[in-house]
């Protein structure tokens, strides 16, 4: 089966940088995605990695190591706006979700 | 505009009346999927289908029903909805790019609530 672990819940301070991990189990891997989700919101895509190593898109990075099943998503420069839970995601056809991690930004 | 639309966006209904919610993309993707979402469980995929006329069973299929007889509609059905039903219902599509689905875009999501 696939399963995905990721924190719960994360807090930072405005202005900072925050690392949310997620560790994987999966048959057959394609790539690891990453969504946000603000409240009340729909997922919005962030970023994939197919490849081990880090890919940038402006503030936000993500980052994957398929030997060791794990990758991050690393947000810089935080700002209020940032606060929303962040999903990881894997599979080729069918999609499994991590639980998400929600992210608590502190002025 | 790009998007992938749903209706309805909310609907309180009862025990065993059947329901359909509308999921449409207008991006010409090939690939359309169901999530339910529920607190502290995060997406659940229901359903999804990688082209017209294939379908198939997500992490969660029980209860459900789906059909995809034209490329941009994927419509997912209650036959008898049940209150462990009550959820809030993404649809997203994306590309299949040589069998990976690599960016799902979300639909606003639909609030059920069964009574």
């Known amino acids: 089966g696939q399963s995905l672990e990721q924190p719960s819940e994360v807090t930072a301070v405005e202005g900072a940088i925050v690392q949310i991990n997620c560790t994987y189990q999966?048959?057959?891997?394609?790539?690891l995605s990453w969504y946000q989700q603000h409240d009340g919101g729909a997922p919005t895509f962030l970023s994939y990695?197919?490849?081990?190593g880090l890919e940038e898109t402006g503030r936000f990075s993500s980052f994957l190591s398929r030997s060791d099943s794990y990758g991050y998503l690393l947000l810089q420069e935080l700002q209020m706006k940032d606060s929303a839970s962040y999903f990881c995601?894997?599979?080729?056809?069918?999609?499994?979700f991590g639980k998400g991690t929600r992210l608590h930004i502190l002025p | 505009e790009a998007q992938v639309t749903q209706n309805p966006r909310y609907l309180i209904t009862v025990t065993g009346k059947k329901l359909t919610v509308t999921c449409s993309q207008n991006?010409?993707?090939?690939?359309m999927s169901w999530y339910r979402q529920d607190p502290g469980l995060g997406l659940r995929q229901i359903y999804y289908s990688m082209n017209v006329e294939v379908t198939d069973k997500g992490d969660v299929p029980e209860g459900y029903k789906v059909s995809r007889k034209e490329k941009r509609n994927f419509p997912l059905i209650l036959e008898s909805p049940s209150p462990n039903q009550t959820s809030l219902y993404f649809c997203?599509?994306?590309?299949?790019?040589?069998?990976?689905?690599?960016?799902?875009?979300f639909g606003p999501g639909t609030r059920l609530t069964v009574l």
């Open positions: 991006m010409n993707h090939e690939y």
């Open positions: 997203a599509s994306s590309f299949n790019s040589g069998g990976a689905v690599l960016r799902e875009f």
């Open positions: 990695n197919a490849l081990d």
């Open positions: 995601a894997v599979g080729d056809d069918k999609i499994i």
């Open positions: 999966t048959s057959g891997f394609y790539g």
